[in-house]
């Protein structure tokens, strides 16, 4: 009795070191890092999510380097959307058999366009919004890895961000002609000056084309899909 107590005290000592030793992370990886939607949209950037293709160096058994980067577009109706993202963050890890967590830096760069036109008969309008966000803070992670070669997980972050929204209104030639003077040509004061009126602008600023700068903190989460290579 004493025997099997003691052969089965071996084996459940035994099964976390043979987990750890074959789940231990490889040196590099590549995986896909899906965005849920943020808790605090900063700007139009990051008002829509993006799933990101990442490589990660995992230069020690307790540093990684992660790069990651992502692309979409999608057109629907009169609407036309662009995104662009690309970051990375080096951090610090610990293994714990077939959990493995981590934390440190992590940077993103976001460019977003996004397009919608307004035609009625003749008349050709737009609005065009583009906005660019900076990130830069603190995350933490953890993966767990049934085998060496995959693993899932997810991650928090908290960032500081700063960012740049621009709304341009574009009005038709032949609308602002039938409400003004076209911003190219200058009505006669009589007295030998001109007075330059740009109809345009003042159109495009009552319909909501504004410029907007922003700073703050937000909170970032998603998951992640990892396949060890080497």
């Known amino acids: 009795m004493k025997k099997n107590w003691l052969f089965l005290v071996l084996i459940t000592s035994y099964f976390p070191l043979l987990a ?7 040196f590099l990886s590549v995986g896909l890092h899906m965005e849920i939607p943020q808790f605090n949209k900063a ?26 980067g992502g692309y979409k577009s999608s057109e629907n109706g009169n609407v036309t959307k662009e995104k662009f993202d ?21 940077f ?35 993966e767990y890895m049934p085998t060496k070669w995959v693993s899932v997980g997810g991650e928090v972050g908290l960032s500081y961000f700063s960012s740049k929204d621009i709304t341009t209104v574009n009005i038709d030639e032949t609308l602002t002609s039938l ?13 030998g000056n001109t007075l330059g009126f740009d109809t345009s602008s003042l159109v495009s600023e009552l319909l909501g084309g504004k410029d907007t700068n922003e700073t703050g903190v937000r909170i970032r989460f998603g998951v992640f899909l990892r396949l060890y290579i080497l």
């Open 20 to 26: 750890q030793e074959t789940c231990k992370p490889g």
């Open 43 to 68: 700007s139009l950037a990051s008002s829509e999510s993006l799933n990101k293709l990442f490589f990660d160096l995992n230069i020690s058994p307790k540093f990684r380097i992660s790069i990651e």
């Open 86 to 106: 690309v970051g990375g963050g080096l951090f610090i890890e610990k293994q714990h058999g077939p959990f493995n967590v981590y934390g440190g830096p992590r």
């Open 108 to 142: 993103n760069y976001v460019k977003y366009d996004e397009s919608s036109s307004y035609d009625i008969l003749i008349i050709k309008n737009s609005i065009d919004k583009s906005s660019t966000q900076m990130d830069g803070g603190i995350a933490v992670g953890g």
């Open 179 to 191: 409400l003004g003077t076209n911003p190219s040509t200058d009505q006669s004061t009589g007295n």
